[in-house]
T-cell receptor, first 113, second 114 residues
């Protein structure tokens, strides 16, 4: 079975600090893609970063980086230098072998001024 | 370059009615996926359209149906609406249907069933 788990319902971070949002996944298929999305209160899902199962290096996109630990089946999102506009829901998602995308339950991040 | 667009933004229906939601994919994208997001939960996959055919389907009843047009736009139809169908319906498009193709989402249609 394919499963995505986000164990942090809510996280707080001080502005300008770094924060790590946890994500673990479960699949027996060697080919999969991992995604992180941000969902502000407006509802739109904004793509942040992608990591393929065969990628050797951790993905980075600006202030976002993905800490990919394949053996531990974790794909944590690291946001550096947090900004007030980073306050939102964050979803981890996985697609296995061209099948449908599965989402975690999400983590609500609040950035404090 | 226009992103994914969805219409309408909000919709209110009563139980038993039928609804059609529309999605236009991002320029250059040929694959459309639909998701249902209930309040406080992550999105749940409904189905995916590629080359005008339904390629994959999640665990949703036949009341949920769809269509993809030659210009790659798509519709989601829900018949015999139930109160539990109230949710945010998200459309996502990608360059192709594979695992490595990033899906880009539209702003969603918020459906309320009374």
């Amino acid at each position: 079975a394919q499963k995505i788990t986000q164990t942090q319902p809510g996280m707080f971070v001080q502005e300008k600090e770094a924060v790590t949002l946890d994500c673990t996944y479960d699949t027996s298929d060697p080919s999969y893609g991992l995604f992180w999305y941000k969902q502000p209160s407006s509802g739109e899902m904004i793509f942040l970063i992608y990591q393929g199962s065969y990628d050797q290096q951790n993905a980075t996109e600006g202030r976002y980086s993905l800490n990919f630990q394949k053996a531990r089946k974790s794909a944590n999102l690291v946001i550096s230098a947090s900004q007030l506009g980073d306050s939102a829901m964050y979803f981890c998602a996985m697609r296995v072998n061209n099948n449908d995308m599965r989402f975690g339950a999400g983590t609500r991040l609040t950035v404090k001024p | 370059d226009a992103g994914v667009t969805q219409s309408p933004t909000h919709l209110i229906k009563t139980r038993g009615q039928q609804v059609t939601l529309r999605c236009s994919p991002k320029s250059g994208h040929d694959t459309v996926s639909w998701y249902q997001q209930a309040l406080g939960q992550g999105p749940q996959f409904i189905f995916q359209y590629y080359e005008e055919e339904e390629r994959q389907r999640g665990n949703f009843p036949d009341r949920f149906s769809g269509h993809q047009f030659p210009n790659y736009s798509s519709e989601l139809n829900v018949n015999a609406l139930l109160l539990g169908d109230s949710a945010l319906y998200l459309c996502a498009s990608s360059r192709g249907p594979t695992s490595t193709d990033t899906q880009y989402f539209g702003p969603g249609t918020r459906l309320t069933v009374l």
